[in-house]
């Protein structure tokens, strides 16, 4: 079975280098270890360090040189209007405060379908429709590595091998860093 030797970010490459085609809805694109299968009905094995979303657009490229197109499913998702682009800035303040997957849109904001969200929206003036799309979130600013460390839940403290000069204080709840900032994920 071909392994993925690295995936190609959208835009680095063009899709008529695209031998195969991997096509899955969210949540069969966001993994770190998985057998995927193609449209050929060949199948390749996907090993990353870390979980991630495969965007469509992106390119998998494999050990043998062919390029994999990924493509997302349409699925059932909810689509989130308002009244100017002010009250879309709350909303989308509202929905990351509950750590919601997001695309985020010039006029709109899709997630997943949640009869509890959509309560939530209608309450705060938002406008909320279903609709079948193809689903492709922000991947949050924690997804980059350009720190050289990533942050996740925990209650401890523990050092850097760096400094920041600026802090960033959540609430009660968060959790310290030494090294002058710390950072909350309640």
């Known amino acids: 079975m071909k392994r993925v030797a690295k995936i190609l970010p959208v835009g680095s490459w063009s899709s008529e280098q695209a031998t195969d085609v991997f096509c899955a809805d969210y949540e069969g694109r966001h993994r770190r270890r998985m057998v995927l299968p193609l ?20 390119g998998l490229y494999l050990e043998d040189g062919r390029i994999i197109k990924v493509e997302a499913l349409p699925e059932e998702l909810m689509e989130v209007r308002a009244q100017n682009p002010l009250h879309l800035v709350q909303l989308a303040w509202h929905l990351g405060n509950r750590h919601l997957p997001a695309a985020i849109e010039p006029d709109r904001i899709l997630i997943r379908y949640d009869h509890v969200i959509a309560y939530m929206v209608k309450g705060l003036g938002g406008h909320v429709h279903r609709v079948q799309a193809a689903f492709d979130p922000e991947s949050g600013a924690y997804a980059a590595r350009e720190h050289g460390h990533t942050h996740h839940d925990h209650d401890h403290d523990h050092d850097h091998d760096h400094d920041h000069t600026h802090g960033h204080e959540h609430g009660p709840e968060g959790h310290h860093h030494h090294g002058g900032h710390s950072h909350s994920h309640g």
Do not use: D, F, N
């Open 39 to 58: 449209q050929s009905g060949e199948k390749v094995l996907l090993e990353l360090e870390h979980a991630r979303l495969l965007q469509a657009g992106e």
